[in-house]
Nanobody
Framework: QVQLLESGGGVVDVGGSLRLSCVVS????????LGWFRQAPGKEREFVSA????????RKSGAVKDRFTISRDNAKNTVYLQMNRLKPEDTAVYYC?????????????????WGQGTRVTVSS
């Protein structure tokens, strides 16, 4: 059974940083592309960032392009999201997701497995 477990969320001041982690178990992590999505109150879930199988290529939304960095450690079955210079509009529940078909896409429909989410609140 595949499980994704996020951690690292919390409350942070504007301009602060957080690092989210997502540990994946029960699957072939090293062969999957991975993504982070977020959902703010009253809004639809949106793409944040994705990383390919090898970890040498990443994609980001325009809203986080210069502030967030996705990475992966295949030895630890873990994907990370480093978030810097946080803004109030970054407040959301953040979800990690895995695509066993490694399509490295932007759409949430491409991702088969999802974590339960971790909440990030940026306080002004």
């Amino acid at each position: 059974q595949v499980q994704l477990l996020e951690s690292g969320g919390g409350v942070v001041d504007v301009g602060g940083s957080l690092r989210l982690s997502c540990v994946v178990s029960g699957g072939t992590f090293s062969g999957w592309s991975l993504g982070w999505f977020r959902q703010a109150p009253g809004k639809e879930r949106e793409f944040v960032s994705a990383i390919n199988v090898k970890g040498d290529s990443t994609r980001k939304s325009g809203a986080v392009k210069d502030r967030f960095t996705i990475s992966r450690d295949n030895a630890k079955n873990t994907v990370y999201l480093q978030m810097n210079r946080l803004k109030p509009e970054d407040t959301a529940v953040y979800y990690c997701a895995a695509d066993p078909q490694a399509r490295y896409g932007y759409s949430s429909y491409l991702y088969q497995y999802w974590g339960q989410g971790t909440r990030v609140t940026v306080s002004s």
